[in-house]
Nanobody, 112 residues
Framework: VQLVESGGGLVQAGGSLRLSCVAS????????IGWFRQAPGKEREGVSC??????IYADSVKGRFTISRDNAKSTVSLQMNGLKPEDTAVYYC????????WGQGTQVTVSS
């Protein structure tokens, strides 16, 4: 199982970024995939997830973030609009059936 995140960067408050997660090593279509984030000094928290039953968002990102998936490319994306300084964190994707496997993450920094 391998998960590779990309798309992070430095952006001003109110800006947008699109994160991507490319997965390999398992049958992608059948699994729930989620995005998590960890800010300095804080615990990792769930941001959003997507499966065959639909999508779920943390209250803190509802209306600003949109998760999507392309099963043909084994990719899950996270479109982040209206970014706030409190969104600054390392973002990770994870497959709920293989919780021990994490990628290297991608840094998102939002300046005020």
């Amino acid at each position: 199982v391998q998960l590779v995140e990309s798309g992070g960067g430095l952006v001003q408050a109110g800006g947008s970024l699109r994160l991507s997660c490319v997965a390999s090593g398992f049958t992608f279509d059948n699994h729930v995939i989620g995005w998590f984030r960890q800010a300095p000094g804080k615990e990792r928290e769930g941001v959003s997830c997507i499966g065959s039953g639909g999508t779920i968002y943390a209250d803190s990102v509802k209306g600003r973030f949109t998760i999507s998936r392309d099963n043909a490319k084994s990719t899950v994306s996270l479109q982040m609009n209206g970014l706030k300084p409190e969104d600054t964190a390392v973002y990770y994707c994870n497959c709920f059936s293989y919780r021990d496997y994490w990628g290297q993450g991608t840094q998102v920094t939002v300046s005020s």
